[in-house]
């Protein structure tokens, strides 16, 4: 069995200290398979500077729900981003957006393996591969930026570089600040696996 997170670094920002401010950063996250925004963690450790909160959510938003990039291929750079960066919150809860979105459980093993998996089509490969240039060089390559231009327009290709780019910077700040996952968040990877934080 899992056992819990160790506790934050930076303690979560608690329902007595909720501003105006803080609560219309919350309302950011209300409707559609965003629900529980002022129970979650780590926008709750967010919540400790909620200009810059507010600021920040208007992009992820946009990245979780209207985001031209298909949302298989969204998930998987996601995720991917989260097993290689180590961000072991930002898996879990990935696991269940995707399971949110009605994706198939059969993709999260393949991720952890990496783009060889032969779960893979090619084109998810690319994704996979450009997905890891992005967080270790900061550069998608030429082939495999030849080959996603191949299938994407400008405007889905400049999604992916910032969906990949926002969750690698996110990984960094759940990372430090340790938000602790929830009971829910704990059995998904406990079902499936999580990356190790070290």
């Known amino acids: 069995m899992i056992q819990p997170d160790p506790p934050a670094r930076m303690p979560q920002v608690g329902p007595n200290d909720?501003?105006?401010?803080?609560?219309?950063?919350?309302?950011?996250?209300?409707?559609?398979?965003?629900?529980?925004?002022?129970q979650n963690p780590v926008l709750r450790t967010f919540?400790?500077?909620?200009?810059?909160?507010?600021?920040?959510?208007?992009?992820?938003?946009?990245?979780?729900s209207t985001n031209t990039v298909p949302v298989k291929l969204r998930q998987i750079a996601i995720m991917r981003t989260a097993w290689i960066t180590g961000a072991v919150y930002m898996w879990s809860s990935h696991l269940n957006t995707s399971i949110n979105?009605?994706?198939s459980d059969d993709m999260y093993?393949?991720?952890?393996?990496?783009?060889?998996?032969?779960?893979?089509?090619?084109?998810?490969?690319?994704?996979?591969l450009a997905t890891e240039e992005l967080v270790e060089l900061h550069k998608i390559g030429d082939a495999n930026w030849q080959a996603l231009m191949a299938d994407w327009n400008n405007q889905q290709m400049?999604?992916?570089?910032?969906t990949v780019g926002t969750y690698a910077m996110v990984a960094g700040v759940m990372r430090?600040?340790?938000a602790e996952r929830l009971p829910d968040l704990l059995a998904l990877a406990e079902k499936?696996?999580?990356?190790?934080?070290d």
Not at 115 to 120: A, G, L, M, T, W
């Open 47 to 64: 919540a400790h500077h909620p200009k810059l909160a507010g600021l920040f959510s208007a992009l992820n938003v946009h990245l979780l």
């Open 18 to 38: 909720f501003t105006d401010e803080t609560r219309a950063f919350f309302d950011q996250w209300t409707g559609g398979i965003f629900k529980g925004a002022d």
């Open 158 to 162: 400049l999604d992916f570089m910032f």
């Open 176 to 178: 430090s600040t340790g």
């Open 101 to 103: 979105c009605g994706l």
């Open 109 to 128: 093993a393949p991720i952890q393996n990496g783009p060889d998996d032969p779960y893979f089509t090619p084109f998810e490969r690319v994704v996979m």
């Open 192 to 197: 499936y696996g999580a990356p190790s934080p």
